[in-house]
């Protein structure tokens, strides 16, 4: 399995940013995915995750109603809307997969068997 993220940048306060996970090496129907991230001297934390059978979406209370996760099943790829930023939203921000068809804590990063290589989104104020 392969995870490939990309889309970071830099960006003013209030804009915004799509990052993109690409998934490849098997069927993904099973999956949970994840974006995570982790800011200097943080400890990585859940940012949102998409049920692949379903299209279920789970949240952080603190990207609720700013961020929009959202797969695609013909590209196998997760997406990550990142609207209305703030400097606090400044992480390398990671896609991580995990093949489970029972439930899981979906914001325990230790629960994710699969991990991209990060992007970096850095939001100036």
């Known amino acids: 399995v392969q995870l490939q993220a990309s889309g970071g940048g830099l960006v003013q306060a209030g804009g915004s940013l799509r990052l993109s996970c690409a998934a490849s090496?098997?069927?993904?129907?099973?999956?949970?995915m994840g974006w995570f991230r982790q800011a200097p001297g943080k400890e990585r934390e859940f940012v949102a995750a998409?049920?692949?059978?379903?299209?279920?979406?789970y949240y952080a209370d603190s990207v609720k109603g700013r961020f929009t996760i959202s797969r695609d099943n013909a590209k196998n790829t997760v997406y990550l809307q990142l609207n209305d930023l703030k400097p606090e939203d400044t992480a390398v921000y990671y896609c991580a997969a995990r093949f489970s068809s029972t439930p899981f804590a979906i914001a325990s990063s230790s629960n994710y068997d699969y991990w991209g290589q990060g992007t970096q989104v850095t939001v100036s104020s």
């Open positions: 090496g098997r069927t993904f129907s099973s999956a949970v």
């Open positions: 998409v049920r692949w059978s379903t299209s279920s979406t």
